[in-house]
């Protein structure tokens, strides 16, 4: 069996399918292609979704700021209403402790740039506003079995947080994707599950195709590697891994559920922390839960995964302890449950813990990958910036490589320079190497 797109998307998560809507928007007869039964399964399913605005770099800061009205204005940006109900935006605000591994006053300096609405917080109002977290300094991060003095009395204190009130998270990731996917729909965009893209087919340094593991071609001359974990994998099949300076792999990531503070709704009441003095973040769940997240201190080493398809989705004992135990002491009354709650999932993880949004060595071949953990929030911007891209390279003989495309964000009108996430770009010293970004 064969069939024939303009465009031909790998995976279904929450970035693939922001491409795919902006391409059928810009008018390109897309086919989108999953392994999995549905879209928005892969590893978007186990995203936090927080939507935050504190990255290291400018082009991040402004990235994640214009995403925040997408997400605010949900049914505006689909256009439509998906029958399985629509995603909803939590705004609980954002509040980012000053620790010593984040440069905040930079990043104070890019929310004046951009235009970020925040308040820059002492450690006395951190506690005034919310006083069930603790000024407590405790750095460096560290783990309760390998630190001897992790219970010990700390006297330092903190030099306060940003809160940034416009910063939330959305409350269903995988609904969101399907919304997607209905929204690319109305505008003729074309979906298969349970496709498994098992080669790129090339000529003369062109592609001209995707085959299925069940035999079927695709015919297409533009083919957008999405696959998230699994982008290194299609990268290979494609033959530009190696040509790439930047590449992709997959980390497990644990995130631990634990129940909020007896007297306290950190679900109505709570934010989104991101607490780099302890190594963690957290956010309000459903049922008055908190998510408790690593931010990769030192002190946890790095999972790295060889086999995508082979790995513990459980936690384990002693990463579910360290983080809990570390929320603890940001949140003095907490409770430690004896049943561990949590799920793990895999991050994408770049050499530099920056995304790739680029074209590729390879004709007609594109990569948006090494997610590294924190580009959920800004998929839809994703999704424009990929397919400005991708029009201005196949229709106008854009040299991207040569002149990187010039991108202006639509609401705050700062121009994004590609260049900086391409796939050939030197390692950048300003990323904190982390979740962060
Ligand atoms: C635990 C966790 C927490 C996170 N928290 C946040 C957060 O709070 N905020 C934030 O902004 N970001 C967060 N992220 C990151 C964010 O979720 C990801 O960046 C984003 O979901 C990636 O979307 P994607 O579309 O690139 O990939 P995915 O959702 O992984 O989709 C890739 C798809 O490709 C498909 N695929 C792979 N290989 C093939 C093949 N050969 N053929 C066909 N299909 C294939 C897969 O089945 C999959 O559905 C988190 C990630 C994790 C894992």
Redesign the pocket.
């Known amino acids: 069996m064969s069939k024939k797109a303009d465009a031909v998307i ?8 922001c491409i795919a809507f902006e391409l059928a928007k810009k008018g390109f007869k897309t086919l989108s ?4 039964g549905d ?14 605005a504190h990255y290291s770099t400018l082009e991040g800061v402004a990235f994640a700021w214009e995403g925040f009205g997408i997400w605010q204005n949900w049914e505006e940006y689909c256009e439509v209403q998906d029958d399985w109900g629509m995603a909803k935006y939590r705004q609980c605000g954002s509040v980012m402790v000053k620790s010593r591994d984040r440069n905040w006053k930079k990043i104070l300096e890019h929310w004046d740039t951009v235009g970020v609405p925040y308040e820059n917080w002492d450690a006395d109002t951190m506690t005034e506003r919310l006083p069930i977290l603790s000024k407590t300094e405790f750095w460096p991060p560290s783990r309760p079995e390998a630190d001897e003095d992790f219970f010990g009395e700390k006297e330092a204190v903190l030099e306060g947080a940003l809160y940034c009130p416009s910063a939330g ?1 959305m409350s269903d ?1 995988k609904l969101s ?1 399907h919304n997607v996917q209905v929204a690319a729909e109305a505008r003729g965009a074309e979906f298969i599950f349970n ?4 080669e790129i087919i090339r000529e003369d340094n062109q592609v001209t195709g995707v085959k ?1 593991k069940d035999g079927t071609v695709i015919e297409t001359g533009i083919v957008v590697n ?6 290194s ?2 990268n290979n ?1 494609a033959g530009v891994e190696e040509k790439n300076n930047i590449k992709t792999r997959a980390e497990r ?3 631990a559920y634990v129940p909020s503070p007896a007297g306290f709704d950190f679900e109505a009441g709570g934010v989104q922390i991101s607490d780099g003095d302890n190594g963690i ?1 957290m ?1 309000p769940e459903v049922g008055n839960n908190i998510l408790v ?1 690593s931010e990769d201190p030192r002190c946890d080493t790095h999972q790295w995964v060889e086999d995508p398809d082979e790995f513990n989705r459980n936690t384990t004992d002693a990463q579910w302890t360290a983080q809990i135990y570390r929320a603890a002491r940001r949140l003095p009354d907490l409770g430690i449950p004896n049943m561990h709650k949590g ?6 993880v770049s050499s530099d813990w920056l995304p790739i949004y680029d074209k590729s060595d390879l004709g007609g071949f594109y990569m ?2 090494g ?9 839809p911007v994703a999704g424009m910036m990929m397919s400005e891209l991708i029009e201005q390279c196949e229709k106008e003989g854009l040299n991207h490589d040569k002149y990187p495309l010039q991108f202006t964000l639509p609401t705050t009108g700062v121009t994004l320079d590609m260049g900086a996430f391409s796939r050939n770009r030197e390692l950048n010293p300003n990323s904190t190497y982390s ?1 962060i970004g």
């Open positions: 790998i995976g279904c998560g929450i970035i693939g399918n292609v999953d392994r999995n879209s928005g399964a892969g590893s978007t399913a186990g995203s936090c979704a927080i939507v935050r998270y990731p994707t496709a498994e893209v098992v299925l999405v696959a998230g974990p699994h982008s994998i299609i099949m990531h644990e995130v973040y956010r997240g799920f793990a999932e895999l991050y994408d948006a990958c997610s590294s953990g924190n580009q959920y929030k800004n998929a979740v």
